[in-house]
Nanobody, 115 residues
């Protein structure tokens, strides 16, 4: 079992920045990728950014050049740094762990970009 706790969401003006955190606990040795997804009202959940144990990173085209994903293995935490935020980035952001046991999800954190 893997437990994920997200934090760092909130309200920010267009052009602003936020950093989301996802702290993992439990069977973290079984995780081979950590991925951020988001879901806006009325839309399907979409992949935002992922980082694999070997260091490979995936970023959605819509966030390239604005978002970065990183991890701190000592803290078992993955970060999503979001810069130059746009209103269309407004969504609930979910942390996902892809492990040998299956997929685990955090509770989600709301990000609202509005003036």
């Amino acid at each position: 079992q893997v437990q994920l706790v997200e934090s760092g969401g909130g309200l920010v003006q267009p052009g602003g920045s936020l950093r989301l955190s996802c702290a993992a606990s439990g069977s973290i040795f079984s995780i081979y990728a950590m991925v951020w997804y988001r879901q806006a009202p009325g839309k399907q959940r979409e992949l935002v950014a992922g980082i694999h144990t070997g260091g490979r990173i995936n970023l959605a085209n819509s966030v390239k050049g604005r978002f970065t994903i990183s991890r701190d293995d000592a803290k078992n935490t993955v970060y999503l740094q979001m810069n130059s935020l746009k209103p269309e980035d407004t969504a609930v952001y979910y942390c996902n762990a892809d492990s040998i046991d299956g997929y685990y999800w955090g509770q989600g954190t709301q990000v609202t970009v509005s003036s």
